[in-house]
């Protein structure tokens, strides 16, 4: 059973910074390429970030691009988001996802995704 653990979140100023961390279980990994989406209030799922299965590559969305920054460490089945110059249309709760199916070492919006944790909050006010 897919089980992800988000945590990290909080309340930032404007200009301010997080890490959030996605502790996985109940899957193998290193095999399956991962996400970042967040969810704001009122509104739908919102692709962030993704990347490779070996970290080698990483997808941004537009808003996000240069500065937000994802990465994972496979050796301790971890993904991680940093975060930085957070305004407030960065506020959200912020979830990690992975591919349906492993290897797909591609970056394709359409590919179907398992979610398996509760979030963590991002709000970011002065």
């Known amino acids: 059973q897919v089980h992800l653990v988000e945590s990290g979140g909080g309340l930032v100023q404007p200009g301010g910074s997080l890490r959030l961390s996605c502790k996985a279980s109940?899957?193998?990994?290193?095999?399956?390429?991962m996400y970042w989406v967040r969810q704001a209030p009122g509104k739908g799922l919102d692709f962030v970030s993704s990347?490779?299965?070996?970290?080698?590559?990483?997808y941004y969305a537009d808003s996000v691009k240069g500065r937000f920054t994802i990465s994972r460490d496979n050796a301790k089945n971890t993904l991680y988001l940093q975060l930085n110059n957070l305004n407030v249309d960065d506020t959200a709760m912020y979830y990690c996802?992975?591919?349906?199916?492993?290897?797909?070492?591609?970056?394709?919006?359409?590919?179907?995704?398992?979610?398996g944790g509760q979030g963590t909050q991002v709000t970011v006010s002065s």
């Open positions: 996802a992975k591919d349906h199916d492993p290897y797909l070492n591609y970056f394709d919006n359409r590919k179907r995704r398992d979610y």
């Open positions: 109940g899957f193998d990994f290193g095999n399956y390429y």
């Open positions: 990347i490779f299965t070996d970290g080698s590559h990483a």
